[in-house]
């Protein structure tokens, strides 16, 4: 049955067809086949039980906050100020897409919004500074991926409600490794740019009254991000609510910079309703495969087999990493999450494993997926965002930070108060 199911998903992604429909359609499939009672009949339940649970509200709040920031002028200022302030390391304004993508993740939970927001004010710059432009372009792809992790997180609240863990305390845990990789991915472009100058490109250099005067851009950022999270951890609001009271940031912030208009919010409407749809037509199908899967046996024998190995929980975490990696050149992230967590988290928690700290280690191999090929998501918006050249130059320039973040789940492993400090103390 496991391998059954295995390979007609595998065909059915091999037929092109979408992500959301597949995982429907394979539910469909599996019913029949294994099933002696018409499981289809509660796809309606469980498709209005998954679109109305209140924590599920927030992801399009999120989406239309990043679209509203994108639109408003405020990430292209964000990126100049962070180019003063970090351009002088080797490596220049790679630097600086790190720490904008940074920042930026700060205030919308999405790798592709974080990832096309800096791409689109970066890429220019590889050609007039004479930059390598595979770094570039990779730097951009890998500082994407901190969209998932740094708070607040579209895939943290997903796993929180995958897990039933508490998402405050997901965000707490997601803000030092957040930071952490963001530093790795810094320390990967220094080091590359130390052996190689030439892909390093030219220094920019601004006096530090300039610098300073330029801080006045980091500061809308760094508001929506203590109105959004700070809300939450002052007992304000949920986590959704919190995403509503950025949302209404953002406009204020987008009425000072004179952009808000009703062309202005069409298009962030129409982006938000366009990515809201992709996303919850993959939550829909996985939730009903989940269901499928569950009802037919097929999720306790994956369960049985995976725990009558008898290995122990490092080879076990081990083995997770390693299936993460293999299913993230297979298949999107938010997809890849929700099918594997109901049977991959019950059996590390029972390991022994912490529920948060697990959901920090699964979305940093998450973010990998977002950036190996063949599916890797940000790296088709970054080459989207390009006018010439060949998707295999964004591939080498992303593949020194995914050995970054496979570094960064290993400290984890060693240290995983890096991840459960804040949580245990404000938590």
Same mark, same amino acid.
């Given at each position: 049955?496991?391998?059954?199911?295995?390979?007609?998903?595998?065909? !059915?992604?091999?037929? $092109? %067809?979408?992500? +959301?429909?597949? =995982? *429907?359609? #394979?539910?469909?499939?599996?019913?029949? @086949?294994?099933?002696?009672?018409?499981?289809?009949?509660?796809?309606?339940?469980?498709?209005?039980?998954?679109?109305?649970?209140?924590?599920?509200?927030?992801?399009?709040?999120?989406?239309?906050?990043?679209?509203?920031?994108?639109?408003?002028?405020?990430?292209?200022?964000?990126?100049?100020?962070?180019?003063?302030?970090?351009?002088?390391?080797?490596?220049?304004?790679?630097?600086?897409?790190?720490?904008?993508?940074?920042?930026?993740?700060?205030?919308?939970?999405?790798?592709?919004?974080?990832?096309?927001?800096?791409?689109?004010?970066?890429?220019?710059?590889?050609?007039?500074?004479?930059?390598?432009?595979? !770094?570039?372009?990779? $730097? %951009?792809?890998? +500082?994407?991926? =901190? *969209?998932? #992790?740094?708070?607040?997180?579209?895939? @943290?609240?997903?796993?929180?409600?995958?897990?039933?863990?508490?998402?405050?305390?997901?965000?707490?845990?997601?803000?030092?490794?957040?930071?952490?990789?963001?530093?790795?991915?810094?320390?990967?472009?220094?080091?590359?740019?130390?052996?190689?100058?030439?892909?390093?490109?030219?220094?920019?250099?601004?006096?530090?009254?300039?610098?300073?005067?330029?801080?006045?851009?980091?500061?809308?950022?760094?508001?929506?991000?203590?109105?959004?999270?700070?809300?939450?951890?002052?007992?304000?609001?949920?986590?959704?609510?919190?995403?509503?009271?950025?949302?209404?940031?953002?406009?204020?912030?987008?009425?000072?910079?004179?952009?808000?208009?009703?062309?202005?919010?069409?298009?962030? =409407?129409?982006?938000?309703?366009?990515?809201?749809?992709?996303?919850?037509?993959?939550?829909?199908?996985?939730?009903?495969?989940?269901?499928?899967?569950?009802?037919?046996?097929?999720?306790?024998?994956?369960?049985?087999?995976?725990?009558?190995?008898?290995?122990?929980?490092?080879?076990?975490?081990?083995?997770?990493?390693?299936?993460?990696?293999?299913?993230?050149?297979?298949?999107?992230?938010?997809?890849?999450?929700?099918?594997?967590?109901?049977?991959?988290?019950?059996?590390?928690?029972?390991?022994?494993?912490?529920?948060?700290?697990?959901?920090?280690?699964?979305?940093?191999?998450?973010?990998?997926?977002?950036?190996?090929?063949?599916?890797?998501?940000?790296?088709?918006?970054?080459?989207?965002?390009?006018?010439?050249?060949?998707?295999?130059?964004?591939?080498?320039?992303?593949?020194?930070?995914?050995?970054?973040?496979?570094?960064?789940?290993?400290?984890?492993?060693?240290?995983?108060?890096?991840?459960?400090?804040?949580?245990?103390?404000?938590?």
């Amino acid at each position: 049955m496991v391998a059954t199911a295995l390979i007609l998903l595998l065909v !059915l992604l091999g037929l $092109s %067809i979408p992500v +959301g429909a597949a =995982l *429907g359609t #394979l539910g469909l499939i599996l019913d029949p @086949l294994y099933s002696m009672l018409p499981l289809t009949q509660a796809l309606g339940e469980v498709s209005w039980s998954t679109s109305t649970e209140f924590l599920m509200v927030a992801i399009p709040l999120f989406i239309l906050l990043g679209e509203i920031l994108l639109r408003s002028g405020i990430a292209e200022k964000m990126y100049g100020a962070m180019s003063l302030w970090l351009s002088w390391l080797p490596g220049g304004l790679m630097h600086a897409n790190i720490g904008a993508s940074a920042l930026f993740s700060a205030t919308s939970g999405s790798s592709v919004a974080t990832a096309a927001t800096v791409g689109t004010v970066a890429i220019p710059e590889i050609k007039k500074q004479g930059y390598n432009e595979s !770094l570039f372009l990779g $730097s %951009i792809a890998a +500082g994407g991926t =901190l *969209g998932i #992790l740094i708070p607040p997180s579209i895939n @943290l609240i997903i796993y929180g409600v995958l897990t039933n863990s508490s998402v405050p305390r997901l965000y707490l845990a997601g803000i030092l490794p957040g930071l952490l990789l963001s530093l790795c991915f810094m320390l990967a472009i220094a080091i590359a740019c130390i052996r190689r100058p030439a892909w390093g490109g030219q220094r920019v250099s601004a006096p530090w009254s300039e610098r300073f005067k330029s801080l006045i851009h980091l500061v809308p950022p760094l508001g929506i991000f203590l109105v959004v999270v700070g809300s939450i951890y002052a007992g304000i609001a949920t986590p959704t609510e919190a995403a509503a009271l950025g949302v209404v940031g953002a406009l204020i912030l987008a009425l000072f910079q004179r952009r808000l208009n009703l062309a202005m919010l069409r298009e962030a =409407l129409e982006g938000t309703m366009k990515s809201t749809a992709m996303i919850m037509l993959i939550v829909i199908g996985a939730a009903f495969l989940n269901f499928i899967m569950s009802a037919t046996g097929l999720t306790n024998a994956i369960t049985a087999a995976i725990t009558g190995l008898g290995v122990s929980p490092v080879w076990m975490l081990l083995i997770l990493v390693i299936f993460y990696l293999v299913l993230g050149c297979f298949m999107e992230t938010l997809s890849m999450m929700i099918t594997t967590i109901p049977i991959v988290a019950p059996i590390m928690i029972g390991l022994g494993y912490d529920p948060i700290w697990l959901g920090i280690v699964i979305i940093i191999l998450v973010e990998c997926a977002l950036i190996t090929p063949p599916v890797g998501l940000n790296l088709f918006v970054v080459q989207s965002l390009r006018t010439h050249g060949s998707m295999n130059d964004v591939m080498r320039g992303a593949a020194p930070f995914v050995v970054m973040m496979l570094a960064l789940v290993a400290v984890l492993a060693i240290f995983p108060d890096i991840a459960l400090w804040l949580p245990r103390v404000f938590g």
